[in-house]
């Protein structure tokens, strides 16, 4: 996790903002939920069966919020709406990192300051393995190696060890989107994509619509709203329990991603009792 010695660690000259999502599911499943976080953003392939989101906006720039509380409510909110990982990785002047988002399990993360040095805590790279599907030894061993000291190492080439772990589970970044480049560059190498789309805000009723459409081929249909399940309506009490006070906290902090992951569950939860009033079972 951060801490105050990495929000005051040396800048790295010329290092700028950048950030990417990485999604363990096809492009197909993962447009109708990323919509909803309702932030411009391209969308291409990173691999067998994962796709990355490239931000266009950068609100870490225009509203002055640091990056990874972005990144993190953005990961969240993604994983709450979908039954596959998110992994956010981040980087600024500062710092770089990832966050791993997994439905409503509490997400896990690491951090290391702009000259590489580690900032977090060694046993989020075991629970991390763990969630993802690496090797419990052999993978774990080499990420536990990125919590070392290395000289001559910065903080992007630390994500970038990560990236080469993550192949074994199918992860393969396109050309140019890379950790530590600008924002302008990774929105470019993603535009340049074969199967680039863009990602945008569609409006409410089309959004739940191809939300729905989508979550019909999820693996997790018995709870899902139109199942007729009990388990459904539980599902939605809980995310609107989750939702309201985490969209409090984050319009009380001024955090635009945590903001949005708590009305993401509201509006889940929302739904899920709408649907399960207005169809009972029989």
């Known amino acids: 996790m951060p801490t105050e010695s990495s929000r005051t660690a040396p800048a790295a000259p010329g290092r700028t903002p950048g950030a990417l999502l990485l999604c363990r599911a096809e492009p197909d499943s993962v447009a109708p ?3 909803l976080l309702r932030e411009p953003m391209l969308l291409t392939r990173a691999g ?3 796709s990355v989101l490239v ?4 609100p870490w720039l225009e509203d002055g919020e640091p990056v990874d509380r972005v990144l993190t409510g953005w990961a969240t909110a993604l994983a709450v709406g979908a039954p596959w990982p998110v992994l956010a990785l981040w980087w600024d002047a500062d ?3 990832y966050t791993l988002a997994t439905g409503f399990r509490r997400p896990v993360g690491y951090v290391w300051l702009a000259n590489g040095t580690p900032a977090g805590e060694d046993e989020a790279m075991r629970t991390f393995a763990a969630r993802i599907g690496l090797d419990p030894v052999l ?3 080499t990420l ?3 919590t070392e000291p290395a000289s001559a190492t910065d903080a992007p080439a630390r994500l970038r060890a990560l990236l080469a772990v993550l192949t074994r589970v199918g992860v393969t970044l396109p050309a140019g989107l890379a950790p530590g480049e600008s924002a302008d560059r ?3 190498a993603a535009g340049a994509q074969p199967d680039a789309r863009p ?6 009723r089309d959004a739940v619509r191809a939300e729905l459409e989508a979550a019909t081929h999820a693996r997790f249909g018995p709870w899902f709203p139109w199942s007729g399940d009990p388990r459904a309506r539980l599902l939605a009490l809980a995310q609107m329990a989750a939702g309201l006070p985490l969209a409090a906290w984050g319009l009380r902090r001024r955090s635009g991603g945590w903001t949005t992951a708590g009305a993401l569950l509201l509006a889940h939860g929302a739904l899920g009792l709408a649907y399960g009033l207005a169809h009972p079972p029989d």
Do not use: N, S
Request: aromatic share 14%; no cysteine.
């Open 33 to 35: 939920v990323a919509r």
């Open 48 to 50: 067998e069966e994962w």
């Open 55 to 58: 931000p266009e906006g950068t």
């Open 95 to 97: 710092r770089a990192g």
């Open 139 to 141: 993978d774990v061993q």
């Open 144 to 146: 536990y190696r990125l």
């Open 186 to 188: 990774l929105r470019a």
């Open 199 to 204: 990602v945008e805000w569609p409006g409410w």
